[in-house]
């Protein structure tokens, strides 16, 4: 991919910030809804990831330390335009790597119905019964998470 890199953004930081807004416009726009304070202080504990082409963000993934060695990944949003193209998998892969390495055995998702099979194709399975966040339907979903050597990006 030309120019494009994955970066770990610090919390707050100009680039954390576009990925915020990133995450506004794919995530939230639709649904009506805003960020709480609340929301914008927790993110300051958590890793975000994003998938940069040169200084524009083209994904972004949140991931937040669980107990038990577990990390769940969420505020997955990936460009209107870029999407469907390998990007959301290729982020979410990176996610379980820096899980993994950091100690993490399980990645686990609050997943909108909708965006399932994104996660079925990458190993994640339904673990709960259908419920409401955000006003939509989700499903708690989760992966263990193993060593892949085959993926080297
Ligand atoms: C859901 C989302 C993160 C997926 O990222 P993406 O870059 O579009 O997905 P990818 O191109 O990496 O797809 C990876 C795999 O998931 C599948 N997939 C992705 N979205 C899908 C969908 N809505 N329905 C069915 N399959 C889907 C792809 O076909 C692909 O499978 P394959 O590798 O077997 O061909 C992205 O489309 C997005 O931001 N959607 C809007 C916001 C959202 O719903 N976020 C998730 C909140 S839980």
Do not use: W
């Not at 038990?68 to 979410?92: F, T």
């Not at 994104?118 to 994640?124: A, D, I, Q, T």
């Not at 339904?126 to 939509?136: H, L, P, T």
């Amino acid at each position: 991919m030309l120019n494009r890199r994955i970066k770990i953004l610090s919390c707050p930081s100009p680039e954390y910030t576009k990925a915020l807004q990133l995450r506004y416009r794919i995530l939230r726009v639709p649904l009506g809804l805003e960020f709480t304070t609340d929301e914008l202080e927790k993110d300051k504990q958590d890793v975000h990831l994003g998938l940069f082409e040169n200084d524009k963000i083209l994904a972004c993934i949140t991931l937040t330390r669980s107990e038990n060695k577990r990390m769940k990944m969420r505020q997955v949003a990936v460009e209107e335009a870029e999407q469907g193209k390998g990007l959301g998998r290729k982020l979410s892969a990176a996610g379980e790597k820096y899980a993994l390495e950091n100690g993490f055995e399980i990645m686990f998702c609050n997943a909108r119905k909708t965006a399932v099979p994104f996660y079925e194709s990458m190993g994640y399975q339904i673990v709960s019964d259908e419920f409401v966040e955000v006003n939509i339907a989700h499903y708690t979903m989760e992966k263990k998470l193993v060593v892949d050597n085959t993926n080297k990006n």
